[in-house]
């Protein structure tokens, strides 16, 4: 007779352990309380209320009855490559060559491919804090170590080269710095000579530069600088989640350096194989429909003036300065120094669902929110109406 065994213990990895995206709680949150028939506001969530262009929806319909949709190369279809590389030339004045343009599944996936090919575990990236969370997150699976660069309204929300020297002299070396401008949470962005300033203090340094730009063309003052413009050393970043209305599609693009073109390539091969094709022949036609994006800006910008002014008339008024993207990121410290139990009980009592600071910085996000104006505008004044009955109450 044979002794049973103890059973196998398993044991989960350690760099799986990530921080959820706590928004993703209040989102949930807010759809019950809709599907409960209940009055939801939202301003918790980062995309657009729009669907997709005109023309990528057309272009989606002819792909389906014209073209096989199998696999394509990890790099992108090169038509779409080819529309990327023009993008840049007739936004920036830029020219890129369509072979350092990468087609992801959304930026998500060109941060994860960016981070592998330039840090091993261990590596020490700077981030300015508040920022966007899977950052942080990723890196933290990825083994890599984050530096974080505490900001604030002094500098926009913004790191500066000043910061980056006091970094350098008192830790060992960053390996990476992650930029977004226009920022999430922040809606801050950096003028040219800050992103000049700081792309080449990166490139004397040897850091990699990793510059977010996901929000470019959402502005409502001087257009986004590309970081290409100074130095080629680093990644650009972005998406056609944001600025052309497809967060569900799942597509985006990073610019590469040329010496990690071969290894994002095999990365990208072996990790995805490629970003979806019917994504990428539909992405094709985005670039015929600035007209139709620059219409929801437009919106964006109505929506913005309102919710500043309706914050400040509330006694909201510490407000970061909203320079791009659809975001006010709010001290809310006269009201609250647990961000998270507050906005919990703000949906609970008024159906206004917003993001809680903390999920952006886990020091000093508690006392404040983040509000996205990505939606309609009647949920924007609807939601002010009953953000003032709760803070008066
Ligand atoms: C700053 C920033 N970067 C990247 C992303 C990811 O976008 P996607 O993967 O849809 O391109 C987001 C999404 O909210 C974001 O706010």
Redo the contacts with the bound molecule.
């Keep these: 007779m044979t002794t049973p065994s103890a059973p196998p213990t398993f044991r989960p990895s350690l760099r799986g352990q990530t921080a959820p995206f706590r928004v993703m709680a209040v989102w949930a949150a807010a759809a019950r309380r809709a599907e409960a028939g209940l009055p939801v506001f939202n301003l918790s969530a980062?995309?657009p209320a729009t669907p997709a262009p005109g023309p990528v929806r057309r272009a989606l319909a002819d792909a389906l009855d014209t073209e096989v949709l199998g696999y394509t190369e990890s790099s992108g279809i090169a038509p779409l490559r080819e529309r990327i590389a023009q993008h840049y030339l007739d936004w920036y004045g830029l020219t890129v060559d369509p072979a350092e343009v990468f087609v992801t599944t959304?930026?998500?996936?060109a941060?994860n491919l960016a981070f592998l090919s330039a840090f091993d575990p261990g590596a020490r990236i700077g981030l300015a804090t508040p920022s966007?969370p899977?950052y942080r997150n990723i890196l933290h699976a990825l083994g890599c170590e984050v530096v974080p660069i505490p900001s604030g309204p002094e500098t926009r929300y913004q790191p500066t080269v000043a910061m980056l020297e006091d970094v350098q002299r008192h830790g060992p070396g960053l390996d990476g710095l992650i930029v977004?401008s226009p920022?999430?949470p922040s809606g801050t962005m950096l003028d040219e000579a800050e992103m000049a300033q700081i792309a080449t203090y990166s490139a004397q340094q040897g850091i990699r530069l990793i510059s977010?730009e996901?929000?470019h063309g959402i502005t409502y003052g001087h257009r986004g600088t590309c970081a290409w413009s100074t130095d080629r050393n680093g990644f650009v970043?972005n998406?056609?989640?944001?600025y052309f209305s497809m967060?569900g599609w799942?597509i985006?693009w990073t610019l590469v350096p040329r010496d990690l073109a071969g290894s994002v390539d095999a990365l990208a091969g072996n990790m995805a194989i490629c970003p979806p094709a019917p994504a990428q022949y539909a992405a094709l036609a985005a670039f015929d429909a600035y007209e139709e994006c620059d219409g929801h800006v437009a919106q964006y910008s109505r929506n913005r003036t309102l919710l500043l002014d309706g914050l400040r008339s509330i006694g909201i008024t510490d407000l970061a300065p909203a320079d791009g993207?659809f975001y006010v990121y709010a001290d809310i410290s006269s009201l609250t120094d647990d961000s998270a139990v507050w906005c919990a009980r703000l949906l609970a009592e008024t159906g206004v669902a917003v993001a809680p600071g903390v999920d952006f910085d886990l020091e000093r996000g508690h006392r404040t929110m983040r509000l996205s104006f990505a939606g309609p505008q009647s949920t924007v004044e609807g939601a002010l109406e009953a953000l003032a009955g709760f803070v008066r109450r």
């Design positions: 980062g995309q959304g930026s998500s996936a941060f966007y899977a977004a920022a999430n977010d996901i929000y970043i998406s056609f989640s944001k967060t799942r985006g993207a």
